[in-house]
C-alpha cells in the first residue's frame, strides 16, 4: 500500500503542467545530444545547471534527469547506427547492435532497444519506489575488498564478451587494465606511466578512448572496403519493426537484463557501467548458440540495453537515500539539488516527500516520453544511414571532435583520438575487440584500488577477501565463471563423442 | 623559441596599453565577454561554485560570463593558463586559493611560480576539513579518540580522500604521538562503507561530505581544522582548542594575471563583494561548510604569499613527496 501511496503522492507533483513540459524539454534536449556522437550528457548538463536556478527544485531536478536519459537513450541510438558509444555503457549495444544495422536491421534494433530500456524502467522504478531505503542498506555492506572481488568478477566475465581466442581477450584485457594505471596513484600521490605530459596525470580520458577506438576507427574500416560494401546500410522499410521473433527472443533477455541493471545500479560507483557488460554476458552464456553473439543477435542488444537502463534509475538510490553521487551526472544532479537549498539524502524523503516521489515518478514519465518521441522517429534515424557516405561521415568525425574537444576545451585530447584510432585499427587487424579492454581500462583503476586499500587495512593479510562473505560469494562465483570458460572445449569434445556413436 | 607569431601577439598585448591609460581602460571593462576558469571537470563539487558565482557575476557586468572547464594535472593546467593569459581581467581563474599556493610544493616543477605570476581579485570563502567518526563508536570528543586510538596503536586505521585530509591527519598524529596507518580513498563517499563497518577508526573529510553525513546521522564531527570557529557551523569546534594545534583552511579566490591593471582589479573585486555578501550567498556556501570570506585584493594576495610558504611546511611534515 504503501508503495502505491508514496507513487500516488509522486505522480500527483511530477504531473502538473510544468514539470510535464520540462520533462518533455530535458528528454528532447537529451536526445538531441546523445545522437551527436562524441557530446555527452555531461557537459549539457553542466552547461544547462545555471538555468534551472529560476526553476522550481522539483522542475529542474526532473529536466535534467531527463537530460540523463534522453542523452542515454539517443546514445545507443548512435551506438548502433555507427558504431560510436557515447558513454560506458554503451559499448556493448555496438557489438550486436551496429551488425544488426549492417545487416539492415537497425530498425528492430533501435525498436527493441527503446521498448526494453522502457520496459527496465517501469520496473526500476518500482523498484526504486518500493525497495530503495532497503537497497541502500544492502549497498552499504560493501567495503573496499567485497569491491575488489566485484571487479574481479567483472574482469573475468569479460573474457566472455569476446568471441574468438580466449588469449586474445585476455591479452587485450590486460593492455586495458594496463592503460587504466596512467596516471595519478591514488595511494601515494605517484604520477604513473605519464612519460612527463601533464594532460594525463589525472589519467587518460574515457571519451576520446572510446572516440577513437570504436567511432574512428569504423570510419577508416569503412573507407578500406570498397565502395559497393560501403553504402549497403539501406534498411528496408518492411524490416524497421521487430518482428514476432524478434520480440519472442528479446522478452527473456529483457527480463534479466532488467534485474541484473537493478541490483548493480545500487552499487555506488563502477556498478552501473559493469550492468550492460554483466548482461550481454549472461545472454552468451545462456543462448543456445553463442556463436550467433557478435554477429547481429538480437538478445545481445535487447539484454545490455535494458540493464544500462534499470542501472541509470536505480543509481538514484545512493544519492537519494545516502547523499553519496555514484557517477559524475549523480554528482551534478547533486549540486543542482544544493543550489536549490536542498541537501541530498534520506533527509529528503521525509522532508520534501513531493520532491523525492516526485522525481520518481518522473523517472517513469521520462521513459514513457522517450518511447513516444522516438518511436516515430525511428524510420528518420534509419534513414539517416542512407545519407551518401561522403557526407555522413564526415559530419560525424567532426561532431566527434568537438565533442572530445569541448568535454575539457584542451587539444592534448584530439592527440589521444588520434593514437586511440590507431590502436584500435591494429587491434582489428589483428583479429581482437576493443570493448573487453573498454571493461578493463574502466575496472582496472577501481580494482587496484580496491585491492591496495584491502591489504592496508589488513596489514597485508589476502585472507581478507575470503573472510567476508560478500567477498568470498563474489570469488566464489568468479571461479565458476572460469570454469564456464573452460567448459565449452570439454562440451565440445563430447559433443564430438557423442556424435561418432 | 621566439616565433613571428609570439613577437606579435606581445605587440599586440602592449599596445592597448601604450595607447590607452589604465583609468580610461578601466572605465571600458568590461568591453568583452568574461571568461571564468574552472580547474575542475564538470559535475565536480567545485564546478557547482564557480557556475553559481558566473550566473550571479553576470548581471552585474553587464556581459556574458563564460565557465570554461580546464581540468587536469590536479589544477596545474589551469594555474599554467591563467598566468599566461592576457592581463586584461577577461581571463578570471575562480579556485583555491589555498589549492594554488600547495601547488608550488606539491610538485617538482610547478609550471609557473604562482607568487610572481597570479594576482588574487577577490576572495570568496573560507572552509576547513573534518576529523569524523561514526556515529555508534564511542568516541564523543577529540580527547576520546585520541586515547583509544594510543591503545589501538599501529592497529587503528584512518581515512583521506584529499591532500589536506593527508596534511590534517599527519598533524593530528605529530601532536598527539598516535601511530594510525593512513588509507586513501578517491573520495569521500568512497569511505563511508569502510568505516561504518569499523575497520576505519576515524577520518579527515571535506566538508560537504561530513557534514552531510553527520545530517545523516552515520558520522560524527569531533573537530575541525581552521584555526578559529566558523559562522557555517558554530557549534564545531576547532581542533586547535582541542589541544592539536593547526590552521589548515581552504579558500576560494577569484584570481587574475599578474599585471591586470589595478582599476580591473578593483571591478572585478567590486563584482564579487557584492555577490559573496548576499544572504543568498552566505546560505549557499554555508552548505558547502564554509563562510563568506572578503578581503581586499591586497590582504588576499599577502595570505596566497603566506599559505605558499605554510604548505612548504604541510608538505614536509606529512612527508608528501612532490610530484612531476
Known sequence: MDIIGNLTTGFVAALSWDNVLFCLIGCFLGTLIGVLPGIGPIPAIAMLLPITFGLDPLSSLIMLAGIYYGAAYGGSTTSILVNMPGEASAIVTCIDGHQMAKQGRAGPALAIAALGSFFAGTI???????????????????????????????????????????????????????????GTDVNSGTTRYTFGISDIWDGIDFLPVVIGMFGVTEIIKNLEAKQYLRDPIKAKLSTMWPTKKDFRDSAMPILRGTALGSILGILPGGGAVLSSFAAYTVEKKVAKDPSRFGKGAIEGVAGPESANNAASQTSFIPLLTLGLPSNAVMALMMGAMMIQGIQPGSAVMTSRPDLFWGMVASMWIGNAMLVVL?????????????????????????????????????????????????????????????????????????????????????????????????SATLLFLTFCVVLLIVLPSFRKTREVAFQEE | MVTRRV??????????????????????????????????????????LVRYFAEKVRPLTGRNVLVENKSGAMGNISIAYTARAKPDGYTVFVHGGSGVAASMSLFKNPPVDVAKTIQIAATINRQPFMCVVATDSPYKTLADLTKAMKEKGAKANYATAATNGTVMGELYKQATGIQAVEVVYKTG??????????????????????????????????GISTGTRLDATPDLPTMAEQGVPMDVTGWFAAMVPAG???????????????????????????????DPFIISPDEGQKLLLKDIDSWKEHVRVAKIVPQG
Open chain 1, 124 to 182: 526500476a522504478t518500482i523498484f526504486v519506489a518500493g525497495f530503495g531505503p532497503i537497497l541502500s542498506a544492502f549497498a552499504q555492506q560493501f567495503n573496499s575488498p567485497d569491491y575488489f572481488s566485484l571487479m574481479v568478477l567483472g574482469l573475468v566475465t569479460a573474457v566472455i564478451l569476446a568471441h574468438g581466442s580466449v588469449l586474445k581477450a585476455v591479452t587485450i584485457i590486460l593492455v586495458g587494465l594496463l592503460l587504466g594505471l596512467v
Open chain 1, 374 to 470: 522516438n518511436l516515430p522517429l525511428l524510420p528518420m534515424w534509419v534513414r539517416l544511414l542512407s545519407v551518401p557516405y561522403r557526407l555522413l561521415y564526415p559530419a560525424i568525425l567532426m561532431f566527434c571532435v568537438i565533442g572530445v574537444y569541448a568535454n575539457n576545451n584542451n587539444a592534448t585530447q584530439m592527440v589521444i583520438v588520434a593514437v586511440f584510432t590507431l590502436f584500435g585499427y591494429i587491434l582489428m587487424r589483428v583479429g581482437a575487440e576493443p570493448a573487453p579492454m573498454i571493461l578493463g581500462f574502466i575496472l582496472g583503476p577501481l580494482m587496484e584500488e580496491n585491492l591496495r586499500r584491502s591489504l592496508v587495512l589488513s596489514r597485508g593479510d589476502p585472507m581478507i577477501f575470503f573472510n567476508r562473505p560478500i
Open chain 2, 7 to 48: 613577437v606579435l601577439q606581445g605587440a599586440a598585448a602592449a599596445l592597448p596599453a601604450v595607447m590607452m591609460p589604465g583609468v580610461v581602460r578601466a572605465q571600458q571593462y568590461p568591453a568583452q565577454d568574461i571568461h571564468f576558469i574552472c580547474a575542475f571537470p564538470p559535475g565536480s563539487g567545485a564546478d557547482v
Open chain 2, 189 to 222: 563517499g568512497d569511505s563511508l562503507n569502510d568505516q561504518l563497518s569499523g575497520r576505519i577508526d576515524y577520518a579527515m573529510q571535506d566538508p560537504v561530505y561530513a557534514l552531510a553525513q553527520q545530517r545523516e546521522g552515520r558520522l560524527r564531527i569531533l
Open chain 2, 260 to 290: 591586470t591593471p589595478q582599476p580591473v582589479i578593483q571591478q572585478i573585486n567590486k563584482w564579487f563583494v557584492e555577490v559573496v555578501s548576499t544572504p543568498e550567498t552566505k546560505a549557499f556556501l554555508n552548505k558547502f561548510g564554509g
